[in-house]
């Protein structure tokens, strides 16, 4: 039987002061399959779609102005 989680990326991962990470939890429902969880243990889910959404619009520079000096 595998796991309801299943581990996809921990995003920094150079530290072990619990980072940000991805997940698919493979016995919810459809829009809430993605799982992303912070290092104060809180989480959010949403779709594969949404998260095509969110993903395709920060490739677009949706966040580049929060990086800009």
């Known amino acids: 039987m595998r796991e309801p989680l ?3 990326v ?3 991962g150079q530290c072990n002061c619990g980072c940000p990470e991805l997940f698919l939890d493979h016995d919810a429902d459809e829009e ?11 989480r959010i889910q949403m ?3 949404q998260l095509h959404d ?3 619009d920060v490739k677009e520079g949706a966040l580049d102005k929060l990086f800009a000096s």
């Open 10 to 12: 921990t995003f920094c």
């Open 32 to 42: 809430r399959r993605v799982v992303i969880t912070d290092d104060f243990g809180a």
């Open 54 to 56: 969110l993903v395709s």
């Open 6 to 8: 299943e581990h996809i």
């Open 47 to 49: 779709s594969l779609a």
